[in-house]
Nanobody
Framework: QVQLVESGGGLVQAGGSLRLSCEASGRSFSSYAMGWFRQAPGKERDIVAAVSWNGGNAYYADSVKGRFTLSKDNAKNTAYLQMNSLEPEDTAVYYC?????????????????WGQGTQVTVSS
């Protein structure tokens, strides 16, 4: 059974930075794509970023391009989301997800395993 555990969320002022981590256990995720999603209260779960199994292909939502960076350390079975220049609009619960496929996807329905989520709150 694959388990994904996110960490690194918290409260930060606008303009600040956070780094989220997603550690996978149960099997190696080196051969699979993964993504980060977020869901604000009353809104749908949206893609933030996604990456193929080896990091060769990456996708970022327009709202985070140039501010967020997704990286994948296959040796550590851990993925990261570096978030810089945070804005109040980035406030949400952030989820990491793994897809049982090496190619990335930018819709939540294509992902098979999910973490429990970590809250990110950006104050103005």
């Amino acid at each position: 059974q694959v388990q994904l555990v996110e960490s690194g969320g918290g409260l930060v002022q606008a303009g600040g930075s956070l780094r989220l981590s997603c550690e996978a256990s149960g099997r190696s995720f080196s051969s699979y794509a993964m993504g980060w999603f977020r869901q604000a209260p009353g809104k749908e779960r949206d893609i933030v970023a996604a990456v193929s199994w080896n990091g060769g292909n990456a996708y970022y939502a327009d709202s985070v391009k140039g501010r967020f960076t997704l990286s994948k350390d296959n040796a550590k079975n851990t993925a990261y989301l570096q978030m810089n220049s945070l804005e109040p609009e980035d406030t949400a619960v952030y989820y990491c997800a793994e897809r049982r496929d090496p190619s990335m996807a930018n819709m939540w329905g294509y992902y098979d395993y999910w973490g429990q989520g970590t809250q990110v709150t950006v104050s103005s």
